[in-house]
Nanobody, 117 residues
Framework: QVTLRESGGGLVQGGGSLRLSCRPF????????MAWYRQAPDKEREWVAS???????RYSTPMKGRFTISRDNFGSTLYLQSTNLEPDDTAVYYC???????????WGQGTQVTVSS
């Protein structure tokens, strides 16, 4: 079992930056991949970026260049650094972790990011 806790969201002015964090608890050693998704109001959840543990980050094409995913190998916390934020980036940002033993995905509760124009 894995529990994920996101933090770092908030209100930011257009052009600003934020760093989101996702801290895993529980069976952390069984996590093989972590990722960020977001869901804007009245839209479907979309993939932002993902990181296979020990691998190379991958980004959704529209997010590339403004978002950077990374992981603290000591504490296993996942980060999403965003720059030059736009109002269209307003969404709830979710963290996902995959357990390689069960193949199950775990989701966090989400953290709200609001970008003002």
């Amino acid at each position: 079992q894995v529990t994920l806790r996101e933090s770092g969201g908030g209100l930011v002015q257009g052009g600003g930056s934020l760093r989101l964090s996702c801290r895993p608890f529980g069976a952390v050693a069984s996590i093989s991949e972590m990722a960020w998704y977001r869901q804007a109001p009245d839209k479907e959840r979309e993939w932002v970026a993902s990181l296979i543990i020990g691998g190379i980050p991958r980004y959704s094409t529209p997010m590339k260049g403004r978002f950077t995913i990374s992981r603290d190998n000591f504490g296993s916390t996942l980060y999403l650094q965003s720059t030059n934020l736009e109002p269209d980036d307003t969404a709830v940002y979710y963290c996902r972790a995959r357990d390689f033993r069960s193949g199950r995905d775990y989701w966090g509760q989400g953290t709200q990011v609001t970008v003002s124009s």
